[in-house]
């Protein structure tokens, strides 16, 4: 799932492992479209969290821009 920001292409998906994402879950099943969905909510809060981080006047994010 690529998304378009300023006009550039982000690349690859923000999970690294879908192993990982299984060994979090402890009591359900994941299905297949849960990976591009949750991919989608991490870069909208990362989104969220860079403009929190701009309006503080920082370059850096940080823990509380979350």
């Not at 690349?11 to 060994?23: N, Y």
């Not at 297949?32 to 949750?38: H, P």
């Amino acid at each position: 799932m690529a998304a378009k920001k300023n006009g550039k292409k982000a690349t690859g998906e923000l999970i690294i492992s879908k192993s990982r994402t299984k060994a979090a879950v402890k009591k359900s099943n994941v299905s297949s479209d849960f990976y591009g969905a949750l991919d989608a909510a991490v870069r909208t809060m990362i989104a969220g969290a860079e403009k929190r981080c701009e309006a503080n006047g920082r370059k850096t994010l940080r823990p509380q821009d979350l």
